[in-house]
């Protein structure tokens, strides 16, 4: 049997600085590559040249769907896979895409990726969720949304240990800082009904551009519909504690964090952050309360959004301090050597590290 081919399509607009690290990292693994350019006003398109002749012009209507189903017609081969270009495929990913392009066969109709978007000091990933990145073109699937947009797949998904990871360079978040929120603005000054997801993701562009109150209206409207994705619900209620810290309001922070339990089990990250704040106001039992929940075990395939250290070395060095403060000397050294398996290089740790051999050392406990 023949192995599958894939066609890479993209969208693009003035990517000059990372266009060609994007390409270069997939070109092994794909068999056509089409580049849709939506207005580029520097070296882009000459980049795209070098890696293939398939590249079409799309005239920018704010609607990301349009362009990206746009790039999706003009594609041949067997899957698809799409990627932005401030997205990179590294060794080790690469070297899985080929045994998974090897295995493809029709009976898969869409392949789930794994999106690391953030990362620590060392280059670990901090942020991370699934996108499904690889379908099948016979199918059909279709980008929905004029912004923040996702494609609409069904059938037989396959979950792949794949990563693509994220690499925007400064001088493209600048640029495109303010793009989405002015679509969304545009679409209210038009009188456009919101989806729920259009409610949820413009709240979010309404707390990174720091209009909390504007945030919290539209999260609970967004909360409101009873119609979001479970994960979306759960992130609306924490990004909402985020906007009450940010206006100094502590109560209605900590009540943000708990209305995510309604959703599903308490996420790591509610539950570090409600031991932050009784650990802030020096109430270190109730904060090791919550610590120890975020190192529980996760629900089992957690689809949302992960961020490794607050069930990880996160709630380990701040049980370190509540264990100490509480006179559980041995118990805060015991979290601190928790917390260096995952961050060895800490200073935090290592400091504690010191302390503590100091500490034992004179005092014999």
């Not at 909390?212 to 609970?220: L, N, V, W």
Request: aromatic share 14%.
């Amino acid at each position: 049997m023949a192995m599958c081919t894939i066609t890479l399509c993209m969208i693009v607009k003035n990517e000059e600085e990372v266009l060609h690290q994007c390409l270069s990292s997939v070109k092994e693994i794909c068999d056509e590559i089409i580049i849709v350019d939506t207005g580029s006003m520097d070296k882009t398109k000459d980049i795209a040249k070098n890696f293939t002749e398939k590249i079409f012009d799309f005239e920018w209507i704010d609607n990301f769907s349009a362009a990206r189903n746009f790039a999706f017609s003009h594609a041949t081969k067997d899957y698809i896979l799409w990627l932005d270009a401030d997205d990179i495929l590294l060794k080790e990913d690469h070297q899985k895409f080929k045994i998974l392009k090897k295995n493809l066969n029709a009976s898969i109709d869409a392949v789930s990726m794994i999106y690391n978007i953030a990362f620590d000091e060392y280059g670990q990933p901090t942020f991370s969720y699934r996108r499904n990145r690889l379908v099948r073109r016979e199918k059909k699937f279709k980008w929905i949304g004029l912004v923040h947009e996702y494609l609409e797949v069904s059938g037989n998904i396959y979950t792949a240990d794949i990563a693509i990871t994220h690499r925007k360079s400064d001088k493209t978040k600048s640029v495109q800082s303010d793009r989405n929120i002015l679509i969304y603005e545009n679409r209210l000054k038009n009188g456009e009904d919101f989806s729920p997801r259009d409610l949820y993701y413009y709240a979010n562009e309404l707390k990174d551009h720091a209009d909390f109150q504007k945030a919290i209206k539209y999260y609970y409207n967004f909360l409101d519909t009873k119609k979001g994705w479970i994960e979306d619900e759960i992130r609306a209620c924490i990004n909402m504690a985020e906007c009450y810290r940010n206006l100094g309001n502590l109560i209605k922070e900590k009540e943000s964090l708990v209305m995510s339990f309604i959703y599903d089990v308490p996420r790591p990250e509610a539950s570090c952050r409600l031991g932050d704040l009784y650990k802030g106001n020096k109430e270190f039992n109730k904060a090791i309360v919550w610590y120890r929940l975020a190192l529980e075990k996760e629900a089992v395939n957690n689809p949302g959004f992960r961020q490794e250290a607050y069930s990880t070395w996160y709630p380990h060095l701040q049980l370190c301090v509540c264990y100490w403060e509480t006179g559980e000397q041995k118990l805060a050294e015991e979290h601190n050597n928790r917390a260096k398996v995952y961050r060895p290089n800490d200073s935090s740790v290592k400091t504690n590290e010191k302390f503590f051999k100091n500490y034992f050392k004179n005092y014999d406990v």
